[in-house]
């Protein structure tokens, strides 16, 4: 009894795979990008347009620099952190261990491995 229903369910998933690669998604041309005769993208035209009107709106943005000299901003401190140097790590941290650029370290003893 768990076979049959187990045999249908698989078919069932089957079928749906089937049907899910075969049925028409959105059509090809849907893809493709339509230009005007001049060769322009009107949709790009749309989005430089926007643009534009953007970079227009952010030109006309006036920034009080009052407020770098006021009292309050100069009572101000800065409580950032030195970073302090750290030891990098080993020249390729993909190389086997025991492997330090070109010698080969094993058990005390170094040999080369350029004459191989």
Do not use: C, H
Not at 18 to 25: L, M, T, V
Not at 32 to 46: A, H, K, S, Y
Not at 56 to 72: G, M, P, R, Y
Not at 84 to 91: D, K, L, N, S, T
Request: net charge negative; hydrophobic share 40%; glycine share 12%.
């Amino acid at each position: 009894m768990k076979t049959i229903i187990i045999i249908i369910i698989l078919a069932g998933v089957l079928f749906l795979g089937y049907w899910y690669y075969r049925s028409p998604g959105t059509p090809s041309g849907a893809l493709l990008v339509q230009t005007t005769g001049t060769g322009t993208d009107d949709q790009g035209l749309v989005i430089g347009q926007k643009t534009i009107a953007l970079l227009q709106e952010l030109q006309k943005v006036n920034i009080d620099n009052s407020i770098f000299s006021t009292t309050a901003f100069q009572s101000l401190q800065d409580f950032g952190v030195e970073i302090q140097a750290e030891p990098v790590g080993r020249p390729d941290p993909f190389a086997p261990v025991g492997y330090e650029g070109g010698t080969v370290v094993t058990f005390g003893t170094t040999t080369s491995d350029f004459g191989r």
